[in-house]
């Protein structure tokens, strides 16, 4: 820990989004699969852990956003996620985050159990406000 990670202050806060593997359809009726939920944090660019991980692949203006989930989905990219700031974005990267488990895990498994995955995300059009239709129960 530096001391920009003690001065950004609570930066392990849990929030909660859905993961969309298609968007809902409300034109046409079409009952589609049910969003999965997933807990995540958001990476801080300024964290000299992530820095190597992120490089310039994301800025922070608002728009684009990377964020560390351990919700075991498989994310894929091209997919979209609502997150609990009422937006929806568009997954544009996903990485395994190994450095989140032990080096003795990494041993036994490729990708070990419990590994958090990297979301690259891109905000996106959102005419029928699905992330606005956020339920936090």
């Known amino acids: 820990m530096d ?11 849990l929030y909660s989004g859905r993961y969309y593997e298609i ?6 009726g079409v009952t589609n699969p049910a969003p999965m939920p997933f807990d995540y944090e958001i990476i801080n660019p300024a964290e000299r852990r ?7 692949l994301i800025t922070l203006n608002g728009t684009n956003i990377a964020v560390k989930t351990k919700t075991p989905i498989q994310f894929m990219p091209d997919k979209h996620v609502a997150l609990q700031d009422g937006h929806l974005y568009l997954i544009g990267a996903v990485l395994d985050d ?11 498994s490729i990708i ?12 996106v059009d959102d005419p029928w406000g699905i992330g606005g239709l956020y339920d936090t129960n």
């Open 3 to 13: 001391f920009l990670d003690f001065a950004e202050g609570n930066a392990d806060a």
């Open 98 to 108: 190994l450095s989140s488990v032990p080096k003795e895990a990494a041993k036994v």
């Open 23 to 28: 968007l809902p359809n409300f034109k046409q």
């Open 50 to 56: 992530y820095q190597n991980i992120v490089g310039n």
């Open 112 to 123: 070990p159990v419990g590994v958090a995955q990297i979301l690259f995300l891109q905000m």
